[in-house]
């Protein structure tokens, strides 16, 4: 189980920390990480992921402005994104797998998903 928090409304420019939690009844992560879907319909597209290793992996449209991070000892992943604009926005989906690397994008619903929550970004 994976359960995701910190979306909402934030100002271009501003920051949003989002995290996920797991239920430490997922065994055999080998990978977390963050998707975003920004039309509906469309596949969701890898933002950052961090492997148990601690590799992590970012789009080329977020390096710099976003850091993803996890807490071995919550059991939980975050990701801080900031001077967010306007093309941040969309629903963000938490990940695990058991496999690194993660896809760049994808439709599918393979290994654990966060039921997802919006992230807007006003002008």
């Known amino acids: 189980q994976l359960v995701e928090s910190g979306g909402g409304l934030v100002q271009a420019g501003g920051s949003l920390r989002l995290s996920c939690a797991t239920s430490g009844s997922i065994f055999s992560i080998n990978a977390m990480g963050w998707y975003r879907r920004q039309i509906p319909g469309n596949p969701r597209e890898l933002v950052a992921?961090?492997?148990?290793?601690?590799?992590?992996f970012y789009a080329d449209s977020v390096k710099g402005r976003f850091t993803i991070s996890r807490d071995g000892a919550k059991n939980t992943m975050y990701l801080q994104m900031n001077s967010l604009s306007t093309e941040d926005a969309g629903v963000y989906y938490c990940?695990?797998?058991?496999?690194?690397?993660?896809?760049?994008?994808?439709?599918?619903?393979?290994?654990?998903w966060g039921q997802g929550m919006q992230v807007t970004v006003s002008s």
């Open positions: 992921a961090i492997s148990s290793n601690g590799t992590v």
């Open positions: 990940h695990a797998d058991r496999f690194w690397p993660l896809y760049p994008r994808t439709t599918t619903y393979f290994g654990s």
